[in-house]
């Protein structure tokens, strides 16, 4: 069955440190992926996508991700946090479904920012 | 500017009654879908609708209804069936085909607390 996992369930990193968020998935052909965040009682926001090409992959806020078959994984990366990078973040995998589009969600990673 | 409009932001419920959240989209998307976020468990799909009159149950239907009366309106009804309602709603709209599909725009929310 298609999965995503984030094993972290929390992480806290110092304003300016680098940042890598783990995204694992399950999928049985090369899936579509994206990362999400959300702010605290509000609407998820799209980070980046993958749907093919080069594996590395830019979006906005300074995010990247990188896509690895080998390994199934799709980990965010940013080189420097700032603060008002605090937010829950989201791995999600798209897979194609009985005619529909629907996304699998992991259960998030919660990131805090100490100054 | 196009964007998903999510009313009422809170809301509370006896046990009992129904509720119904709005969501409104103007960004001329076919598709629509409705999301429950818990705690530690990531999204959820509720309900989704890829154009007018039609929609689909997701992987946790029951104990709730939904409409497609016009393209931009896809209202949630939580049923008194629905045994643990307490939650974070998030609707979302993609357009319905091709890669793009499984890029949502989401909504701010509205979290319904049961008193």
């Known amino acids: 069955a298609q999965s995503v996992t984030q094993p972290d369930i929390h992480i806290t990193v110092s304003e300016g440190a680098s940042l890598e968020l783990r995204c694992n998935y399950s999928y049985g052909a090369t899936p579509y992926l994206f990362w999400y965040v959300q702010s605290p009682g509000q609407g998820l926001q799209l980070l980046l996508k993958y749907f093919s090409g080069d594996t590395l992959v830019q979006g906005i806020k300074g995010f990247e991700a990188e896509f690895k078959r080998s390994q199934s994984s799709f980990n965010l990366r940013k080189p420097s946090v700032h603060w008002s990078d605090a937010a829950e973040y989201f791995c999600?995998?798209?897979?194609?479904?009985?005619?529909?589009?629907?996304?699998?969600f992991g259960a998030g990673t919660r990131l805090a920012v100490h100054p | 500017d196009g964007g998903i409009t999510q009313s009422p932001k809170y809301l509370f419920r006896k046990e009992g009654q129904n509720v119904t959240l709005s969501c409104e989209q103007n960004l001329n998307h076919d598709a629509m879908y409705w999301y429950r976020q818990d705690p530690g468990q990531g999204l959820r799909l509720i309900y989704y609708s890829q154009i007018v009159n039609d929609f689909q149950k997701g992987d946790i239907a029951e104990g709730y209804s939904v409409s497609r009366e016009k393209k931009e309106s896809f209202p949630l009804t939580v049923t008194s069936a629905q045994k643990n309602p307490t939650a974070f709603y998030l609707c979302a709209s993609s357009i319905d085909i091709g890669p793009g599909a499984n890029v949502l725009t989401f909504g701010a929310g509205s979290r319904l607390t049961v008193l």
């Open positions: 999600a995998v798209g897979p194609f479904s009985g005619g529909y589009n629907k996304l699998i």
